[in-house]
């Protein structure tokens, strides 16, 4: 059975850090691109940031540009999310997500293959 879990979640102030993980178990997600969806109250799922199997080709949302960053480490079947100077609008649920084709459905998450279950992330003024 897949599973991606996700943690690292929590309440933090803004221009913190919160640091996210996602650990895969049920398969190898070697040649997965790997990545991150939030979605806030009241909004559709929005694409956050990917990384490819190899982990030499990243792409995040304009607005997270300097301070996210996306990695990943395929010897434990793990991709990570560094938040840094958040802001109250990053307030949402993260959800981890593995698809081959992950950087084409960045505008259509409905289509991914893999999901994890969320992890809040709550940034207070």
């Known amino acids: 059975q897949v599973q991606l879990a996700e943690s690292g979640g929590g309440l933090v102030q803004a221009g913190g850090s919160l640091r996210l993980s996602c650990a895969a178990s049920?398969?190898?997600?070697?040649?997965?691109?790997l990545g991150w969806f939030r979605q806030a109250p009241g909004e559709e799922r929005e694409f956050v940031a990917s990384?490819?199997?190899?982990?030499?080709?990243?792409d995040c949302l304009d607005s997270v540009k300097g301070r996210f960053t996306i990695s990943r480490d395929n010897t434990k079947n793990t991709v990570y999310l560094q938040m840094d100077s958040l802001k109250p609008e990053d307030t949402a649920v993260y959800y981890c997500?593995?698809?081959?084709?992950?950087?084409?459905?960045?505008?259509?998450?409905?289509?991914?293959?893999?999901w994890g279950r969320g992890t809040l992330v709550t940034v207070s003024s």
């Open positions: 049920g398969r190898t997600f070697s040649f997965y691109t």
């Open positions: 997500a593995a698809d081959q084709f992950l950087a084409a459905k960045r505008h259509s998450p409905s289509g991914v293959e893999y």
């Open positions: 990384v490819n199997w190899s982990g030499t080709n990243t």
